[in-house]
C-alpha cells in the first residue's frame, strides 16, 4: 500500500495567521491533492498537482495557496485563515491499482480557526 | 463539468438487512472510474468498490456489489447482511479526466445507520 501521511492531526489556529499542513507520500505517484470535507458538501477539491511545481486549481480554492517542490510532498498553505476555512482536510495521492486507478488518503487535519 | 449525486442524505437499515445507496453521476466521458468510500467516525477513507465504465459485469467485494447502469449514469451500492460496522458516512465518487489530468470527483455523501 502507498504509505500517505499528513500533518499535524489537528490544529488550532486564530483568524489572520498562516496555516501549512503537509501531506507526504513514501513512493512516487504523480498525482497529489488536497480536499476539504464539510458537513452535507462531502469532499471537495482545493487545489491538486501532477508533478513536481506542476499544480492546478480545484473548485474551492480561493484562500489557498499549495507547492510542491518535491515529489514526496504537497504542502497546502491558508495565507490568512478564515473562520470559513475550519474543515477537515485530506490529503491524497492516485496510485495504479492492477491495470486501473485508485486513490489512497490519508488520515485528515481537522483544523479550526478561532 | 462531471458532477456526482448521492440522493440520499441519510438511510437507515437493521442488522443483516439489505440497504441500497444510490448514485447518479454527469460525465460525456465513455471511459471511466467510479468508487464507493466508507468513513467510519475515525474520519479514515476506506475504499469499498471500484468499477471500471468498459467492464460491463458489476463489481462484487464479499457482501458489497454495486449495480452499474451506464446508459443511465447510475450507480448504486448494495450492502448485504448488514453489519453494525457498515454504519459510516458513504461516498460515491467519480474519476475525472480532462486535458490530460485526472482528479476525484465526490458526491455529498449518505450516512448510514445500521440498527440492531
Known amino acids: 500500500d502507498a504509505g500517505i501521511t499528513q500533518s499535524p492531526r489537528h490544529k488550532v489556529t486564530e483568524t489572520g495567521t498562516p496555516v501549512t499542513l503537509r501531506c507526504h507520500q513514501t513512493?512516487?505517484?504523480?498525482?497529489m491533492y488536497w480536499y476539504r470535507q464539510d458537513p452535507g458538501h462531502g469532499l471537495r477539491l482545493i487545489h491538486y498537482?501532477?508533478?513536481?511545481?506542476?499544480?492546478d486549481k480545484g473548485e474551492v480554492s480561493d484562500g489557498y495557496s499549495v507547492s510542491r517542490s518535491k515529489t514526496e510532498d504537497f504542502l497546502l498553505t491558508l495565507e490568512s485563515a478564515t473562520s470559513s476555512q475550519t474543515s477537515v482536510y485530506f490529503c491524497?495521492?492516485?496510485?495504479?491499482?492492477?491495470?486501473?486507478?485508485?486513490?489512497?488518503f490519508g488520515s485528515g487535519t481537522r483544523l479550526t480557526v478561532v | 463539468a462531471q458532477t456526482v449525486t448521492q440522493s440520499q442524505p441519510e438511510m437507515s437499515v437493521q442488522e443483516a438487512e439489505t440497504v441500497t445507496l444510490s448514485c447518479t453521476y454527469d460525465?460525456?466521458?465513455?471511459?471511466?472510474?467510479l468508487f464507493w468510500y466508507k468513513q467510519p467516525p475515525s474520519r479514515q477513507m476506506i475504499l469499498v468498490i471500484r468499477?471500471?465504465?468498459?467492464?460491463?459485469q458489476n463489481a462484487t467485494e464479499n457482501r458489497f456489489s454495486v449495480n452499474f447502469q451506464k446508459a443511465a449514469k447510475s450507480f448504486s451500492l448494495k450492502i448485504s447482511d448488514s453489519q453494525l460496522g457498515d454504519a459510516a458516512m458513504y461516498f460515491c465518487?467519480?474519476?475525472?479526466?480532462?486535458?490530460?489530468?485526472?482528479?476525484?470527483?465526490f458526491g455529498k455523501g449518505t450516512k448510514l445507520t445500521v440498527n440492531p
Open positions: 498537482s501532477y508533478g513536481v511545481k506542476d499544480t
Open positions: 491524497a495521492i492516485s496510485v495504479r491499482a492492477g491495470t486501473g486507478y485508485g486513490y489512497t
Open positions: 468499477q471500471e465504465a468498459y467492464k460491463q
Open positions: 460525465t460525456s466521458e465513455s471511459d471511466y472510474y
Open positions: 513512493e512516487n505517484h504523480r498525482y
Open positions: 465518487a467519480y474519476r475525472a479526466t480532462q486535458g490530460g489530468s485526472e482528479k476525484l470527483v
